[in-house]
Every structure is written in C-alpha cells, then in structure tokens.
C-alpha cells in the first residue's frame, strides 16, 4: 500500500487500534475538501498495532477532544514535508461540548445554550464530572 507524504498538514500517530473512526467523527473530519488518510491497524514497535491519521491541509484540531478520546496520540505538524512541532498529549483537564451530561435535573437540560463542560477529577481512572451538577461522565 502506498500513502504519499504530506507537504502541509496534520499527522495524528500512536492512535490505539480501533480508534480512528471515533476521532474522524468527532473531528468531523469528513467536512474538509482536503486528502484525508486514514490507517487502520499499521505495525508498530510500540504499540504492536495502531492507527495512523493524515491530513494534507494546514488546521486547527480540538487536542483537548483528541487527547480526552485517546490521551497517548503524538501530534506532528508538517511545514514543506518537515516536521515543524511534536507534540505528545495527554488527558485535558477539561472538555467542553465533547460529552454531554445525562442528568435530567443538570441545569444544561433546562438551558439548552449552556455549553457542556466537564473537568478531570481523577487522571488514573480517567473519570471527568460536569462542572454545573457533579455527574460523572460514562468513562472512554
């Protein structure tokens, strides 16, 4: 299989196997009028298998969204076939409008406009809870 290098863009790499989707969707990846790769289950050293995203455009990406759906992803932004920035992430301290309280009685049922917040109150069970209410968001 042949995936051509890209000039400018985005490489989103060390995606745990079986995650990919889930980031090109809530990424909404789909939306962009620019090559999009996507590599399911590569070999890895590492990782043993992983998965591989490339984006052959210049943009902004959510890392908070990214690192909440996949916290060990290496990020590398391309310039003139060179990686210009590495950046390794790790779970943000707080998401916003990435997971949605289910708690009928939280004020972001009632007042549609509130954003959706959560924030990390536990880094090694990877729990966050909404800022307004306390519930805990169903883990990833």
């Given amino acids: 299989m042949q995936i051509n290098p890209i000039t400018n863009g985005v490489v989103l790499d060390h995606i745990t196997a079986g995650k990919i ?9 789909d939306e962009l009028e620019c090559s999009v790769a996507i590599i399911k289950n590569a070999d890895s050293k590492r990782m043993g298998k992983k998965d591989i995203l490339k984006i052959d455009a210049a943009i ?18 391309i310039k003139d076939g060179v990686v210009i920035k590495r950046k390794k992430l790790g779970l943000p301290e707080k998401v916003t409008n990435v997971i949605k309280c289910k708690n009928p009685r939280c004020i972001t ?13 536990d880094r090694e069970t990877k729990t966050y809870r909404c800022i307004y209410c306390e519930s805990k968001a169903k883990n990833i």
């Fill in 21 to 29: 989707m889930e980031l090109y969707r809530v990424l909404n990846l």
């Fill in 109 to 121: 049922s009632i007042e549609q406009e509130l954003p959706h917040v959560f924030k990390l109150t």
């Fill in 60 to 77: 902004d990406l959510n890392l908070d969204v990214v690192g909440y759906i996949d916290p060990g992803i290496t990020v590398n932004i």
